[in-house]
């Protein structure tokens, strides 16, 4: 299983990201794995949704989201958790990706599709990335 970022999502699907042609190189890659996003990747892409630039892309965004084959919903522990895990890192490690980290855990998935950097500061966790 994958975990799916919000940088990777984001540049597979608008053109105009810097790293599209990386994410569709990547797809051919990783097609095939099994899927994770968690509930702040899901708020981060539905909240690019109201932003003109990705207009033309909300069905497919939509469309993306619902074929995740798995949504980790936080509850209240999983924050409590991210906040933690934040604190260890001395917040060089944003509190999304804390979450994301989180979720990861639970799920016992170590790789991560990314164009975050911040991920590699974290052992056992493998970032694929072109």
């Given amino acids: 299983m994958l975990f799916n970022d919000t940088t990777y999502l984001l540049s597979l699907i608008n053109v ?4 599209h042609e990386k994410a569709i190189q990547l797809l051919e890659h990783i097609d095939k ?4 996003i968690n509930s702040t990747v899901l708020i981060e892409m539905l909240n ?3 932003k003109k630039r ?9 469309d993306l989201i619902y074929n995740m084959d798995n ?3 936080l509850t209240t522990e999983d924050y409590s ?8 890192y001395n917040f060089s490690i944003n ?3 804390c979450t994301i980290l989180e979720s990861m855990k639970q799920f016992n998935v170590t790789h991560i599709v990314s164009f975050d950097s ?11 990335y072109l």
């Fill in 81 to 88: 958790k991210s906040l933690d895990t934040c604190k260890y």
């Fill in 71 to 73: 949504i980790h919903y």
């Fill in 95 to 97: 509190f999304s990706d």
């Fill in 33 to 36: 794995e099994e899927t994770l």
């Fill in 54 to 62: 990705y207009d033309k892309y909300r069905n497919t965004i939509i």
């Fill in 16 to 19: 105009m990201e810097k790293n």
């Fill in 118 to 128: 911040d991920f590699d500061k974290v052992n056992n966790i493998n970032r694929i």
């Fill in 48 to 50: 690019r949704l109201k």
